[in-house]
């Protein structure tokens, strides 16, 4: 870990509170600080959010710490989450909405809580009569239409684990994650609109097919209309589903009782190796953890409208679109598209349109919307209390702008870090019970302990200035049981710097979350970004050595390593730089093929802009590749130390070879 020379409080304009607005203290589910002291009864006080599900049989035991890190929550206790997502709010909020969709094209649905329990049924034993069962891992491959939360929660029903895979990645992407599961049953969609194109969605799932060693037993197709869009082609392992929902019309499917402890779903993130993680969680512990912080964060009552603009193919849309909302009997809105289509003023215009009063986002839609400026939300008439943003360090003038331009300076904005791993919320001001200051996330929720610590594991104190390695010491209910599959890469990744692997004292395990941080005086956490080789592009989380292997792939590159550039509205972008074999031209073309592999190997989304051909790559004599150097490269900082280099010499000359291209 890099000290920080200048201590960052310094280096901040003046630090700066914001005060909650009375108004929305007044209104707030929380404003009783005792709440702290209550949860941090460890591990009782996490039953408040245990208590705020229906069990069909209640936990034996709060929290089983005897065999570290598996940890296990709420044991004894069996649930369903579909049952606690729709069939126990039909008494009193049958007619209430859950989702209303909005179409990029302007068509919308509505789904009340009852509609959502018909077809949520309907699909369940449509999964049935496919041959799902109890325990299997049913992959998803579904953007952002109704039909991917109904999916999910048809799963839950059955107790089958759902693996969604963000629409936005590839075929071979897709093909990995359904063979690392080893999942028999994919769900898709022929297609769906971005930026006024039908996309042809369905053609990944065929191509990841080709590429899977072992094929699925059957592919269901959703349509995006009535009725399949005629460039779909289908093929014998093709079911379509409005075809099976006209079997099961009106049919339900009494929901499973799982326990507490049994897999709800696998969400794939990227760590440091090439290969994606099955981030995997339970049932109990994960939902009652989204269900207390979508309450007491996010500050949901049944009269809002809550609009969490990301996607439910990444872990935000999982746990606070889904999930914790549902759990909630909350009112949201989905967005099927893009935010300037067809005009740049249309989240906006939704906002309005279904009066949304709770809205969550990620700075990088935020730098988006600023540089597009205040006259596209002008013309509508919003009026947000509570804003939130998640995914990325928000900059103090990117938060203020939110709060100025989007909240009219009467709203909260609360900044809220987690992770794929964490389920929920774990760092964030509850909007009620702090003052907020921007650049800065607040400080860890209810029954949850963070530290920071240094590389020998020392704990650097509040207000010290340096930064280090964010951790989590003590468990909660929201976090991973395991990856998927790779109980040693589970210890690898998140336990072995800091914790004393041989003792089976809970207290002895430490969570390392990868990313730096500094802790200001007031007891504040800001989040630097990530020090493992892990960015952040747009909010989506990718690993370098994953694009790296991609890249190593094209037939002319012999080697290549990927650092992270910030980017003004992305956050960071991926930078390629490649050594090519030794009869390869370097030119614009295989720079081109560069950037169309990760395309076509990840998504578009993670597209290189600038590839690099350099002689040769900063390796360290041990053979590790020092991407530090070449994010400082990207980043046109100074180098830092470059004594453990096989070659020292190496970083000056790729740095004169990115200069002179
Ligand atoms: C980053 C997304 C700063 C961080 C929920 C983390 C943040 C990674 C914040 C997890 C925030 C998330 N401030 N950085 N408020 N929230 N991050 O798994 O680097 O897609 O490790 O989960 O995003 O990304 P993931």
Redesign the pocket.
Same mark, same amino acid.
């Given at each position: 870990m890099t000290d920080d020379p200048v201590p960052i409080e310094t280096r901040l304009s003046e630090p700066e509170y914001y005060r909650p607005p009375p108004s929305f203290v007044g209104q707030a589910n929380v404003t009783d600080p005792t709440v702290f002291d209550e949860f941090d009864q460890f591990p009782e006080g996490f039953e408040a959010y245990a208590e705020r599900l229906d069990w069909d049989e209640r936990w034996d035991t709060v929290f089983d710490g005897s065999d570290p890190p598996y940890f296990r929550w709420f044991t004894g206790g069996r649930l369903n989450a579909a049952h606690n997502c729709v069939d126990r709010h039909l008494e009193e909020y049958a007619e209430k909405t859950a989702f209303v969709w909005e179409g990029e094209p302007g068509d919308c649905r509505r789904l009340a809580y009852q509609d959502l329990y018909r077809e949520v049924n309907e699909f369940a034993a449509a999964l049935r009569a496919v041959g799902v069962e109890e325990g299997d891992v049913v992959t998803l491959h579904l953007p952002m239409v109704p039909a991917l939360p109904i999916s999910m929660l048809a799963c839950a029903r059955l107790g089958a684990v759902h693996s969604e895979v963000f629409g936005g990645f590839s075929a071979p992407a897709l093909a990995d994650r359904i063979a690392d599961a080893d999942s028999r049953h994919l769900i898709t969609i022929d297609g769906y609109y971005r930026r006024g194109e039908f996309l042809q969605h369905k053609r990944k799932a065929d191509d990841a097919r080709e590429q899977l060693d072992d094929d699925v037993d059957a592919v269901l197709v959703w349509t995006r209309e009535d009725d399949l869009h005629p460039a779909t082609e289908l093929t014998e392992r093709d079911v379509l589903v409005g075809d099976l929902l006209a079997v099961h019309r009106g049919d339900s499917v009494d929901p499973v009782p799982r326990a507490s402890t049994d897999p709800l779903f696998l969400m794939y993130?990227s760590g440091t190796t090439g290969k994606p993680k099955g981030a995997q969680h339970g049932t109990g512990g994960y939902l009652s953890y989204v269900t207390g912080t979508t309450h007491s964060l996010f500050d949901i009552h049944p009269t809002d409208t809550y609009w969490c603009f990301a996607d439910i193919g =990444? $872990?935000?849309g999982h746990s606070y679109i889904v999930y914790g909302p549902l759990a909630n009997a909350a009112s949201s809105v989905l967005y099927e598209g893009a935010p300037d289509h067809p005009h740049r003023g249309r989240v906006w215009e939704i906002a309005e349109k279904y009066g949304v009063d709770i809205f969550h986002t990620s700075p990088t839609a935020i730098r988006l919307f600023m540089r597009w400026g205040e006259s596209h939300l002008e013309p509508y008439d919003f009026d947000f209390k509570h804003l939130t943003? /998640?995914?990325?360090? $928000?900059q103090p003038e990117v938060w203020r702008w939110y709060y100025d331009h989007v909240g009219g300076g009467d709203s909260v904005v609360i *900044? +809220?870090? =987690?992770? +794929?791993?964490t389920g929920g919320v774990v760092l964030s001001n509850l909007p009620a019970l702090a003052d907020m200051k921007p650049g800065y /996330?607040g400080r860890p929720m209810p029954g949850i302990s963070a530290a920071i610590l240094d590389d020998d594991g020392a704990e650097l104190e509040a207000g010290s200035g340096q930064a280090g390695y964010l951790v989590l010491d003590r468990p909660w209910p929201g976090m991973l049981q395991t990856l998927q599959g790779d109980d040693e890469r589970y210890i690898e990744e998140y336990w072995a710097d800091f914790s004393d692997l041989d003792s089976d004292d809970w207290r002895d395990w430490v969570y390392k979350?990868? *990313?730096s941080a500094v802790e200001a005086a007031d007891g504040y956490f800001r /989040?630097l970004? %990530?020090i493992d080789d892990v960015m952040?592009v747009a909010g989506h %989380?990718l690993g370098s050595m994953e694009l790296e292997s991609v890249i190593v792939e094209v037939p002319d590159v012999a080697e290549a390593a990927v650092a992270a550039r910030d980017h003004p509205e992305k956050g960071q972008v991926p930078d390629a730089y490649v050594v090519l074999r030794e009869d390869a031209e370097a030119g614009a073309e295989v720079r081109e093929a560069v950037r169309e592999a990760v395309a076509t190997d990840i998504g578009k989304f993670a597209r290189p802009d600038h590839v690099t051909v350099v002689d040769s790559l900063p390796y360290t004599r041990s053979g590790k590749i020092m991407r530090r150097l070449l994010g400082e490269i990207s980043n046109e900082r100074p180098l830092s130390d470059t004594t453990t280099l096989e070659d020292p010499a190496v970083p000056e000359r790729i740095r004169e070879q990115v200069s002179g291209e």
């Open positions: 993130t =990444w $872990i935000t943003s /998640v995914g990325e360090p $928000i *900044d +809220t870090w =987690w992770q +794929t791993e /996330v979350a990868g *990313d /989040v970004g %990530r952040n %989380r």
